[in-house]
C-alpha cells in the first residue's frame, strides 16, 4: 500500500540511506497528496487529484486497512508515522522544518475532524517549538524573534503565521470572540514572515466575521477587501466568497462607496456568481428597496445559499428601509405611519414604529411618535437634519 512504501522511506530516512534532500521531497510530495485526498472529499477540490491519489493507495494485498479506504485515517496515519520519526528531540531522525510542517497539516486534519481537544495540544507543540526555535518567549506568549537572523526571523514570523491561522480557525468555529480578536491582533502585529498568500486571507476573512460579529462593520469592509487580495493573488476562488462579504458589509457600513469601483473588485462586478451582488449593492445606493427586496427574494446569484450571508439578512434590510424611510420623511413635519410602512414596501406598522424609535434613540430624528393616531411629529430640525413643513396622512 501507499502507507506501506511510505513507512520504508522513512526507515530509509532513519538509516541514513537517502540523501536529506530526497527525503524531504518524497516526505513533502506524501504530506501533499494526503491532504488533498481529505480536503478533497470534505467537498472543495477537483476529483483528479482525488483519483490520482487513490490510484496510489492501490496494494497488491487483498484486504487493505480501514485507514487506506478512508482519506482522513490514511492521513492521521501517515502524519502520525512522520512525526515520530523527525521530531526534533525523540525521532530518530530529528528534522524541525519537516515536524512543524507535518504538525501543521495534523492540526489542519484535527480541525477538519472537529477534534478540539487534540487541536489544542498539537498548537499547544507548535507554539512550543517556535519559542524554543525562538531561543524564548514574546509578547503575549508568542515567540520572540529578536537576536536572530533575518532569515531565520523571517521564517519564524512565517510559521507563526500558519499556526495563528490554524488558532483563528478553532476560535471562529467556537465563537469566542475574545480569544479570536487577541490572537488576530498578534498576528496582524508579526512582522518579516512571508506566509502563503490563502494563509494570510483566511485570517483576514476570519478577522473580518469577528468584526461583524462585533457590529464593526467599517473594519469588517476593510479587512474582506484585504482578504479578497490576497485570495485573488493566490488563484483561489475564495476570493468571490470574500467579495460578496465585503459588499454585505459595506452596505451594513452605509458606505457611499461602491466596492465594484475599485480596481481589484472591478473586474468581477460581471461575473456569473457576483452579478446578483452587483445588482443588490446598485439598489441599495439608490434607495430601490422593491428591487433590494426582490433580489433576496428570488435568492438571485443564490446569494441566501451562505449561511453568514443569511445571518446578516435582517440587518441589511433594517439598513436599507433606514436609509429610504430617512428619505421619505425629509420634506415632512407629520407623516403617518401606514404612508410610511407603503414606502417601504409595505412592511408592519410595528416594524416601522421600530426604526422610528431607533432613529431618535440614536438621535437622529428629533420627534415623537403620536401612537393613537399612528402619526409621527417631527419637532423643530436639528442642524444638518433637513425637513421641510410639509404633512402626509393616509
Known amino acids: 500500500s501507499a502507507l506501506r512504501q511510505y513507512e520504508r522511506l522513512l526507515r530509509c530516512a532513519a538509516s541514513g540511506a537517502v540523501s536529506p534532500n530526497a527525503v524531504e521531497k518524497g516526505v513533502n510530495g506524501m504530506l501533499e497528496r494526503v491532504s488533498s485526498l481529505y480536503q478533497g472529499s470534505g467537498g472543495g477540490r477537483s476529483s483528479s487529484s482525488t483519483s490520482s491519489a487513490s490510484q496510489a493507495q492501490s496494494s497488491s494485498s487483498p484486504s487493505p486497512s480501514l485507514s487506506e479506504l478512508d482519506p482522513k485515517g490514511l492521513a492521521r496515519?501517515?502524519?502520525d508515522s512522520t512525526l515520530r520519526v523527525f521530531h526534533p528531540r525523540t525521532g530518530v531522525s530529528p528534522n524541525e522544518r519537516l515536524w512543524f510542517k507535518t504538525n501543521l497539516k495534523y492540526g489542519q486534519l484535527l480541525y477538519e475532524m472537529n477534534e478540539t481537544a487534540k487541536l489544542q495540544l498539537v498548537i499547544r507543540d507548535l507554539l512550543r517549538g517556535s519559542q524554543s526555535d525562538a531561543g524564548g518567549s514574546g509578547e503575549m506568549g508568542a515567540p520572540s524573534i529578536r537576536g536572530r537572523s533575518s532569515s531565520s526571523s523571517a521564517a519564524g514570523s512565517t510559521n507563526l503565521m500558519e499556526i495563528y491561522a490554524l488558532q483563528i480557525q478553532l476560535y471562529s468555529r467556537q465563537k469566542d470572540n475574545k480569544k479570536l480578536r487577541e490572537i488576530f491582533d498578534r498576528a496582524m502585529r508579526v512582522q518579516g514572515g512571508i506566509p502563503?498568500?490563502?494563509?494570510?486571507?483566511?485570517?483576514?476573512?476570519?478577522?473580518?466575521?469577528?468584526?461583524m460579529a462585533s457590529r464593526e462593520f467599517d473594519a469588517?469592509?476593510?479587512?474582506?477587501?484585504?482578504?479578497?487580495?490576497?485570495?485573488?493573488?493566490?488563484?483561489?476562488?475564495?476570493?468571490?466568497?470574500?467579495?460578496?462579504?465585503?459588499?454585505?458589509?459595506?452596505?451594513?457600513?452605509?458606505?457611499?462607496?461602491?466596492?465594484?469601483?475599485?480596481?481589484e473588485a472591478r473586474p468581477y462586478?460581471?461575473?456569473?456568481?457576483?452579478?446578483a451582488m452587483t445588482n443588490l449593492v446598485q439598489a441599495f445606493h439608490n434607495d430601490e428597496i422593491r428591487k433590494f427586496e426582490s433580489i433576496l427574494r428570488r435568492n438571485e446569484g443564490r446569494i441566501m445559499d451562505d449561511d453568514f450571508v443569511r445571518e446578516h439578512i435582517a440587518d441589511l434590510l433594517r439598513t436599507i428601509r433606514t436609509q429610504v424611510l430617512q428619505k421619505v420623511i425629509g420634506p415632512y413635519t407629520r407623516i403617518s405611519l401606514g404612508a410610511i410602512a407603503r414606502e417601504l414596501n409595505d412592511i408592519p406598522v410595528s416594524d416601522v414604529e421600530?426604526?422610528?424609535?431607533?432613529?431618535?434613540?440614536?438621535?437622529?430624528?428629533?420627534?415623537?411618535?403620536?401612537?393613537?393616531?399612528?402619526?409621527?411629529?417631527?419637532?423643530?430640525?436639528?442642524?444638518?437634519?433637513?425637513g421641510g413643513t410639509g404633512t402626509k396622512g393616509g
Open 354 to 386: 421600530s426604526l422610528l424609535v431607533g432613529l431618535i434613540l440614536d438621535g437622529k430624528l428629533n420627534g415623537r411618535i403620536d401612537q393613537v393616531g399612528s402619526i409621527l411629529l417631527k419637532s423643530a430640525e436639528r442642524p444638518g437634519e433637513g
Open 220 to 263: 469588517a469592509s476593510k479587512t474582506f477587501f484585504q482578504a479578497f487580495k490576497s485570495y485573488d493573488e493566490a488563484g483561489d476562488p475564495s476570493r468571490l466568497r470574500c467579495l460578496k462579504y465585503l459588499v454585505m458589509a459595506s452596505m451594513l457600513h452605509a458606505s457611499t462607496i461602491n466596492p465594484f469601483d475599485s480596481q
Open 77 to 79: 496515519s501517515v502524519y
Open 196 to 211: 502563503h498568500p490563502r494563509t494570510f486571507a483566511l485570517i483576514q476573512e476570519l478577522g473580518g466575521k469577528m468584526h
Open 269 to 275: 462586478r460581471d461575473d456569473p456568481e457576483i452579478v
